[in-house]
């Protein structure tokens, strides 16, 4: 059974830091290009960042460019967001999420395979 878990949510004040964790089991993320996609009360789910499998080519929304970042290890099987300078825009619940996508980094979460089930991040003014 494929599960993505995600983690390091919680509530931070702006200008804060969180690091979100999402760790697979049932398949192996080395195979697997993986997103981070976030959702805000009333709006829908939008891409955050991405990554390819093999790490070397990553992809950012252009609201948490130079802001956020996106890695991976694929020998612990874990994606990771490290998020700075937080703003309280970036509330949401934020979802990790696994594509079976070649080569490149896609924000169009059609493509992606599987989902974790959200970790809630809360910057406050």
């Known amino acids: 059974q494929v599960q993505l878990t995600e983690s390091g949510g919680g509530l931070v004040q702006a200008g804060g830091s969180l690091r979100l964790s999402c760790a697979a089991s049932?398949?192996?993320?080395?195979?697997?290009?993986m997103g981070w996609f976030r959702q805000a009360p009333g709006k829908e789910r939008e891409f955050v960042a991405g990554?390819?499998?093999?790490?070397?080519?990553?992809h950012y929304a252009d609201s948490v460019k130079g802001r956020f970042t996106i890695s991976r290890d694929n020998a612990k099987n874990t994606v990771y967001l490290q998020m700075n300078s937080l703003k309280p825009e970036d509330t949401g619940v934020y979802y990790c999420?696994?594509?079976?996508?070649?080569?490149?980094?896609?924000?169009?979460?059609?493509?992606?395979?599987?989902w974790g089930q959200g970790t809630q991040v809360t910057v406050s003014s």
């Open positions: 049932g398949l192996a993320l080395s195979s697997y290009a």
């Open positions: 990554i390819t499998w093999s790490g070397l080519s990553t």
């Open positions: 999420s696994a594509g079976k996508i070649p080569g490149r980094v896609v924000a169009a979460s059609g493509e992606y395979d599987h």
